[in-house]
T-cell receptor, first 115, second 114 residues
Framework: GEEVAQTPKHLVRGEGQKAKLYCAPI?????VFWYQQVLKNEFKFLIS????????ETGMPKERFSAKCLPNSPCSLEIQATKLEDSAVYFC?????????????FGPGTRLTVT | GDSVTQMEGPVTLSEEAFLTINCTYT??????LFWYVQYPGEGLQLLLK?????DKGSNKGFEATYRKETTSFHLEKGSVQVSDSAVYFC?????????????FGKGTKLSVKP
């Protein structure tokens, strides 16, 4: 599609439950990025993919977070055993492999609330 | 590591006032610089960008110039409108090629009153 799509829009989980978020990048974009935006607007980079391969996962809390981008499927971000501190808006972004300005196009986000 | 510092908000202006939001950066190489805008309840939209020193990005009356000597990328608009009320984020992407993740400032909330 022409826009980055993210589902669901809102997700509520009890502490300790699993949460799974989905992202469909813009068609033709080979790079996908996940960011976490916490309450005070701060963005934290989590992970990036080049097609189905993890490119950079330096921001991922590896104990409970995992992510995949499989061919012909939306990308996913999964949080096992959610904690209160995971409450945030999770944004997915995509970009092409060409160009020189590295601009990324963002989806509308998934708001995760852990209670 | 790389970082972006932008002025703390919130900023409240009257319609048609002049806007400046300061942004400075620290980077080891030659980053691309961006301003993104987030309207209430929405995702990020790219407002403007600059890829090398002395480039000026502009869009919708906003502009910012990539100043390597002062490591700055200040956002300006000559006459703001109520519809410009949003949170503005300065960001950089350091890595060469297309894989570089964005590093964001903490955002500046702008409120424009009629």
């Amino acid at each position: 599609g022409e826009e980055v799509a993210q589902t669901p829009k809102h997700l509520v989980r009890g502490e300790g439950q699993k949460a799974k978020l989905y992202c469909a990048p813009i068609k033709g974009h080979s790079y996908v990025f996940w960011y976490q935006q916490v309450l005070k607007n701060e963005f934290k980079f989590l992970i990036s993919f080049q097609n189905e391969n993890v490119f950079d996962e330096t921001g991922m809390p590896k104990e409970r977070f995992s992510a995949k981008c499989l061919p012909n499927s939306p990308c996913s971000l999964e949080i096992q055993a959610t904690k209160l501190e995971d409450s945030a808006v999770y944004f997915c972004a995509s970009r092409t492999s060409g160009g020189s300005s590295y601009e990324q196009y963002f989806g509308p986000g998934t708001r995760l609330t852990v209670t | 590591g790389d970082s972006v510092t932008q002025m703390e908000g919130p900023v409240t202006l009257s319609e048609e006032a002049f806007l400046t939001i300061n942004c400075t950066y620290t980077a080891t190489g030659y980053p691309s610089l961006f301003w993104y805008v987030q309207y209430p309840g929405e995702g990020l939209q790219l407002l403007l960008k600059a890829t090398k020193a002395d480039d000026k990005g502009s869009n919708k009356g906003f502009e910012a110039t990539y100043r390597k000597e002062t490591t700055s990328f200040h956002l300006e608009k000559g006459s703001v409108q109520v519809s410009d009320s949003a949170v503005y984020f300065c960001a950089l992407s350091e890595l060469g090629g297309s894989q570089g993740n964005l590093i964001f400032g903490k955002g500046t909330k702008l409120s424009v009153k009629p």
